[in-house]
Structure formats: C-alpha cells, structure tokens
C-alpha cells in the first residue's frame, strides 16, 4: 500500500498499477528520501520523469511544492496519476503529460528550470546516463536545484564520468536493491 506520507494530503491511500508495470518506491526509501529533501521543497517546481503512481511528486506538493508536472509514456500510468490528483486533491498544483521523459524534458529547455527532478525509469532500460546528460544539455535544473535518482545497479551509471562532468554528487544511500543518488549541477568553479 502506497499513502502520502505527511503534508496536507496525509495518511491518502494512492492508486497503483496492477501487477509488475511500475516499480514503486518503498515507503522505507521513500520517507528517507524525503528526510533528506525536505528543506528542498517549499515553493519549489518538481518534476517528476517516469511518474508511475505519481506518489514522489504528490509528496512533494503534499509538502508545499509550488507546482509538480508528471511524465510517464504509459497511458495507464498517467491514469492512475490523474486518479492520484484527484484523491489527494492536488490537481490544482499538477500538471500530468503523457509523453516520453526526453521528448518532454526537450520541449521546455530554454522555457522551464525545475528546483527538484525525480529520475526513476524502469532499471532495465539502462537509460540513466542519456536522461541525465540530456537534463544538463537542456538546461532545466536551476542552479539551486537537486536531481534525486533511483537506480538499480549499484549506482555505477549514476557514476560514469560523462555524467560527473554536468553534476556534482552531494549523497547517495543504498535500501537493498536501490540505491538512490542526489545530483546538483556542477560548480562552475570547479
């Protein structure tokens, strides 16, 4: 059972996809994330790429988040993310697109910078590094802004050099299987 942790939507049961379609964060990962964003989150736009439930980016505007847009290529998946806003009564705060992460992250670069980024795709795409490089070359991170990203295989995508030339690594933390990784832009005084 996925909920809402805490903020104005507490304690909400979420929608999910049946079956093995989405990989939802565990609660575990999920409130240790969370404990660690906290300060991140007030006021702030997210994006949340491959949403699945949507249950990152509802947190976040549980919390206080300004404004969350929601991308996931599943048509099913986006409808249980609309299910999601409605439920929690944040609809007002989303915006829910069903598009490919990439396209989208390339159709607002130059319009749009985003303060926190989820990154979560399906781990055997093995697609971390090109969204990575593709959120850098497109510019959409501000430059106070955290990329918070799960990856599945020890983190070693997250650190390819390719990738530690756009962001500086500030944490990461391991839950079993998952490892989850906090990104910023890399200090151009470096």
Not at 35 to 46: H, L, Y
Not at 52 to 64: A, F, K, P, V
């Amino acid at each position: 059972m996925m909920r809402i942790i805490t903020g104005t939507a507490r304690g909400t049961k979420l929608f999910t996809l049946p079956g093995d379609t989405t990989r939802p964060t565990t609660e575990f990962a999920k409130e240790a994330i969370f404990n660690t964003i906290s300060s991140d989150i007030e006021g702030r736009n997210v994006l949340d790429l491959f949403a699945g439930s949507g249950q990152m980016g509802l947190e976040t505007i549980s919390r206080g988040a300004k404004h969350c847009v929601f991308t996931d290529s599943s048509k099913e998946a986006i409808e249980i993310v609309r299910r999601n806003c409605e439920k929690t009564k944040l609809s007002d705060r989303s915006e829910v697109r069903c598009t490919d992460a990439m396209r989208y992250v390339k159709s607002v670069a130059g319009r749009i910078k985003f303060d926190l980024i989820f990154v979560d795709p399906p781990y055997e795409k093995k697609i971390i590094p090109s969204t990575l490089k593709t959120i850098a070359k497109c510019d959409i991170l501000s430059d106070t802004g955290i990329i918070v990203c799960e990856d599945g295989y020890a983190g070693l995508t997250v650190r390819e050099p390719q990738i530690l030339d756009y962001y500086d690594l500030i944490k990461e933390a391991s839950y079993g299987r998952l490892h989850i990784f906090y990104l910023k832009k890399k200090d151009k005084n470096d």
